[in-house]
């Protein structure tokens, strides 16, 4: 199978041919890419890559401009930081959504559904790949709006875009809400990773998972970690970004903050 990558985070690249490469070593890599100019340009002088890999945003613009300068036949898997682009990417025969940071869990369920819709028909029919479609775009939203929490003996709704953070204790895992109240709830850490939109949330360190518009300053830290001010209403909290999740971290923000 020869693959190409769009992206211009040289980070976020070499991120997805590590896992490629994990997830199947006989892939070929036949291209990176950076701008919408050179993808273009590319695909004008080369055969088609069975498999595309494209992030949104690059740095001249939405990758969306490629389909408006050349035809493009071969199934595309999106990489992005932001979840509302879902609809339009899904019209670009596009079979996969992957939100950064991207992990090898979602490769390989990208792939794999790649392996599946190419084994079951050369070519889909329309109805086949509008119900394809349909469930693919449900997923992306199947992040939890909201979490039930408890303080005490008492059950409160917490909306998720008003949680600040979540912090594990041992087995107890707490939410911290954006007006600094603490609340329990029955879930771990590991769980919840999964349960909240990465476009919004990381997972800064083993116990702690952040929300991004929580975070006021980002300072170096001892042994090439990271230290962050968080945004608190009684008083500043700071949350300590691990040395193994740096790297992750950076591509996560990509390039809205200046280290």
């Known amino acids: 199978m020869n693959v190409i990558i769009i992206e211009d985070e040289q980070l976020a690249t070499e991120r997805l041919k590590i896992l490629i490469k994990q997830y199947d070593s006989s892939i070929k890599i036949v291209g990176c890419l950076e701008t919408i100019e050179e993808a273009v340009h590319w695909f004008k002088t080369h055969q088609e890559p069975d498999l ?21 036949s071969k199934p595309v898997i999106f ?11 899904f019209k670009h025969f596009s079979i996969d959504y992957l939100l950064k940071p991207i992990s090898m869990e ?35 939203s199947h992040y939890k709006k909201r979490f039930v929490a408890k303080v005490g ?37 590991e769980k919840i990773e999964s349960m909240v939109n990465p476009a919004d949330f990381f997972k800064v360190n083993r116990s702690t998972i952040i929300n991004q ?11 090439n970690r990271l230290k962050l001010v968080l945004k608190c209403k009684r008083n500043q909290e700071e949350m ?20």
């Open 153 to 189: 003996t008492k059950s409160y709704v917490i909306q998720t875009d008003d949680i600040a953070y979540f912090s594990a204790d041992g087995k107890v895992v707490s939410i911290i809400d954006t007006d600094d109240n603490i609340y329990t709830v029955n879930h771990t850490i």
């Open 52 to 72: 595309i890999l494209m992030d949104i945003h690059l740095s001249d613009g939405h990758s969306f401009e490629i389909f408006k300068k050349i035809n493009i």
């Open 106 to 140: 979602m490769i390989s369920n990208a792939f794999g559904k790649y392996n599946s819709i190419m084994n079951s028909f050369i070519m889909p029919d329309y109805q086949s790949w509008q119900k394809f479609l349909s469930s693919s775009i449900q997923n992306i």
């Open 213 to 223: 518009k929580m975070i006021q300053q980002i300072k170096p830290h001892l042994n």
């Open 79 to 89: 990489t992005t930081a932001y979840d509302q682009y879902a609809i339009e990417a």
């Open 240 to 259: 300590i970004v691990s040395r193994e999740r740096v790297s992750a971290f950076r591509n996560w923000l990509e390039e809205e903050v200046v280290f």
